[in-house]
């Protein structure tokens, strides 16, 4: 089993920052891919970003330029660096971390709200 720890979350007004961080714990040497996705209301969950160990990244076009993942392998964390927030961006926060990009053996935290609002 992998623990997910998120923090971070929050509110914020539309153009300001957020930074998420995620640390993992447990059978850590199954995981490559860590990652986030996020549910808004009434939506599906989605991808926002994930990371490979070897640093190999992917985005949603929703925030490519704005967001930023990165991966601190020595302190099993990853990080989400959210500049640029549009109220579109609300939602719940799910850090998550697989073997591969798949959904089969993720394992997800607890989820943690961002409210973009003015």
């Known amino acids: 089993q992998v623990q997910l720890v998120e923090s971070g979350g929050g509110l914020v007004q539309p153009g300001g920052s957020l930074r998420l961080s995620c640390a993992a714990s447990?059978?850590?040497?199954?995981?490559?891919?860590m990652g986030w996705n996020r549910q808004a209301p009434g939506k599906e969950r989605e991808l926002v970003a994930g990371?490979?160990?070897?640093?190999?990244?992917r985005y949603a076009d929703s925030v490519k330029g704005r967001f930023t993942i990165s991966r601190d392998n020595a302190k099993n964390t990853v990080y989400l660096q959210m500049n640029s927030l549009k109220p579109e961006d609300t939602a719940v926060y799910y850090c998550?971390?697989?073997?591969?990009?798949?959904?089969?053996?993720?394992?997800w935290g607890q989820g943690t709200q961002v409210t973009v609002s003015s």
């Open positions: 998550n971390a697989g073997p591969t990009w798949g959904l089969t053996g993720r394992f």
């Open positions: 447990g059978s850590i040497f199954s995981i490559n891919t």
């Open positions: 990371i490979t160990s070897g640093g190999s990244t």
